[in-house]
């Protein structure tokens, strides 16, 4: 009984830090938390909302950014741009509902690449990225030329929404090698949709933008939180054994005065 308090005690006393900083928020945690309440706000179709958070998000940037190198110029112009792409949306009413939401959460995949330490939130773009692209595979297949123009639209779409949460978290020559490919694939659908040699860009685009995400899906744990793990192990491994010893030191004690 003892021994089972004293591990709940040594557990509870070596995590109590690290919760107490866990709950702290930086000031870009402060500023992507700010983002994804407006993307939420929008999601709802409360526009007016999500423009006021975007709004307050202006007011505490100045004083988040002030602390030098905080963030880079790519950071700093990314963030400019998508943010002000995202305010344009909450008052254009030539845009319809699905290019709000786009043009939001390109701001808010932005602020998470920023500030995320792990696996990125554009990550979870993969399922219908890959399949607006499979998409334009099988109309290519069928001779599909309706099919082909909206599968890759819908594609350039939704790349153009992770586009500058790419910039933000993938090396210039990667990102470019990508963007030459769709740019070619843009400028020559027609080649693409009936010419093999040309294809062969489309292929290769897949086998590029598949690389990315499942490099960055990767997930590795804090190595704040592997600390406290293998530490939590330890102290419990080092209890046991203390308590094992102990009780087999007590039974060779009672076996010895019965020989007696």
């Excluded at 070596?14 to 309440?37: G, N, R, T």
């Amino acid at each position: 009984m003892k021994a089972g308090i004293l591990i709940i005690a040594a557990v509870f006393f070596l995590l109590m830090p690290f919760s107490v900083y866990a709950d702290h928020k930086s000031p870009i945690d402060e500023l992507d938390l700010l983002s994804d309440e407006a993307l939420q706000m929008v999601k709802l179709h409360r526009y007016k909302d999500a423009r006021k958070i975007l709004e307050y998000f202006s007011d505490q940037f100045p004083a988040a950014s002030s602390h030098e190198s905080v963030f880079s110029m790519d950071e700093l112009s990314m963030i400019t741009l998508t943010h002000d792409e995202a305010v344009e949306a909450m008052t254009n009413t030539a845009l319809n509902d699905t290019e709000r939401i786009n043009r939001v959460t390109k701001f808010r995949l932005v602020m998470d690449a920023i500030s995320s330490k792990n696996q990125p939130l554009w990550v979870e773009m993969k399922e219908p990225i890959m399949s607006d692209l499979e998409g334009v595979k099988k109309a290519i297949a069928l001779s599909d030329n309706e099919d082909f123009h909206k599968s890759l639209n819908s594609f350039l779409s939704l790349y153009d929404v992770i586009h500058p949460s790419l910039k933000v978290d993938l090396p210039m020559d990667k990102i470019k090698n990508i963007d030459t490919k769709i740019q070619y694939i843009d400028q020559y659908r027609l080649q693409v949709l009936k010419e093999a040699a040309s294809q062969k860009e489309l292929y290769a685009l897949e086998t590029d933008l598949e690389n990315i995400f499942d490099s960055s899906s990767e997930d590795e744990a804090d190595p704040s939180l592997w600390w406290v793990i293998f530490t939590t192990g330890g102290i419990i491994i080092s209890t046991l054994s203390y308590v094992g010893w102990k009780k087999y030191k007590g039974d060779r004690e009672k076996k010895k005065n019965r020989s007696i």
